[in-house]
Nanobody, 126 residues
Framework: QVQLVESGGGLVQAGGSLRLSCTASGRTFSTDDMGWFRQPLGKEREFVAGINWKGGSIYYADSVKGRFTISRDNAKNTAYLQMNSLKPEDTAVYYC???????????????????WGQGTQVTVSS
């Protein structure tokens, strides 16, 4: 497994932006696919965005398309989630996750990923 640490969460007004970071250690980051998930209070964890190990395959949940951008910097062992035009319904704990590139390509299920960070809170006020 890989160790993942998220940062960048906080409180923002609706329409604002935040950038989340996820720094990895303990495994070759450049051969891991990365994903972002979120879990609103009292609800199930849901897929937000994914990026493959080379950065050539990127996919999003419909609810964030056009507003969120996932990216990665393999030289820094870090994945990012740029969140623009934030809405109150984006309020959640955001988690990054990792899996080896050969497992479940373009995976969106929680079970597809083998490593998880502790999460970072994002709160969007109206």
């Amino acid at each position: 497994q890989v160790q993942l640490v998220e940062s960048g969460g906080g409180l923002v007004q609706a329409g604002g932006s935040l950038r989340l970071s996820c720094t990895a250690s303990g495994r070759t980051f450049s051969t891991d696919d990365m994903g972002w998930f979120r879990q609103p209070l009292g609800k199930e964890r849901e897929f937000v965005a994914g990026i493959n190990w080379k950065g050539g395959s990127i996919y999003y949940a419909d609810s964030v398309k056009g507003r969120f951008t996932i990216s990665r910097d393999n030289a820094k062992n870090t994945a990012y989630l740029q969140m623009n035009s934030l809405k109150p319904e984006d309020t959640a704990v955001y988690y990054c996750a990792a899996k080896k590139y050969y497992r479940f390509p373009n995976g969106k299920s929680i079970s597809d990923f083998d490593s998880w960070g502790q999460g970072t809170q994002v709160t969007v006020s109206s």
